[in-house]
């Protein structure tokens, strides 16, 4: 199911709105967004990500919020156009080996990210593996949409 963006004719309304789209429109690569509740946010890059066919990167505190967000976000845009780059499952300079699994949805998802294909298995799942669980991963994921999912 895809929502309908009813607050979309909405934000181009705004001149803090045609600032950002203005902005992004002539190279700036990063900005700041802020004082958004979550619900809001989330409609605001669907609308973003619609008007520039810009990738887009979210950042989370953790890896239930990127998935959460990566839900809502995939409701807004369509299945498909949200991926999420699943943290690390062991520390950088540990002697354990990452999971095969963690670390082919990393490649997965940093491949869509460059534009490649989504990778020997297919399509890269939008959001952890599909049992909510988060596939097994310790907290501090991110949802990136945009190259991670939005086509450029």
Same mark, same amino acid.
């Given at each position: 199911?895809q929502l309908?963006?009813?607050t979309?004719p909405?934000?181009?309304?705004l001149?803090?709105y045609r600032?950002?789209?203005?902005g992004l429109?002539? +190279?700036?690569r990063?900005?700041?967004?802020?004082?958004?509740p979550? /619900?809001a946010a989330?409609?605001l890059?669907a609308?973003?990500a *619609?008007d520039?066919?810009r990738p887009l990167?979210?950042?989370? $505190?953790d890896w239930?919020?990127?998935e959460a967000?990566a839900?809502?976000l995939?409701?807004?845009?369509g299945p498909g156009?949200? !991926?999420?780059?699943? $943290?690390?499952d !062991?520390l $950088?300079?540990?002697? !354990?080996?990452q *999971?095969?699994?963690v670390?082919?949805r990393?490649?997965?998802?940093?491949a869509?990210?460059?534009?490649g $294909?989504?990778?020997?298995g297919?399509?890269?799942e939008p959001?952890?593996d +599909?049992?909510? *669980?988060?596939?097994g991963? /310790?907290?501090?994921?991110? !949802?990136?949409p +945009?190259g991670?999912?939005? /086509?450029a």
């Amino acid at each position: 199911m895809q929502l309908v963006d009813v607050t979309g004719p909405l934000w181009p309304e705004l001149p803090e709105y045609r600032g950002l789209i203005d902005g992004l429109r002539k +190279g700036i690569r990063e900005t700041l967004v802020h004082g958004l509740p979550q /619900p809001a946010a989330l409609a605001l890059l669907a609308t973003v990500a *619609s008007d520039t066919a810009r990738p887009l990167c979210v950042l989370t $505190p953790d890896w239930a919020q990127a998935e959460a967000a990566a839900d809502e976000l995939a409701a807004w845009l369509g299945p498909g156009r949200v !991926v999420c780059l699943p $943290p690390r499952d !062991v520390l $950088p300079y540990a002697v !354990v080996a990452q *999971s095969a699994d963690v670390a082919a949805r990393r490649v997965t998802a940093l491949a869509r990210a460059l534009g490649g $294909p989504a990778g020997p298995g297919g399509p890269a799942e939008p959001a952890g593996d +599909g049992t909510g *669980s988060g596939g097994g991963a /310790p907290a501090g994921g991110g !949802v990136e949409p +945009g190259g991670l999912g939005l /086509p450029a």
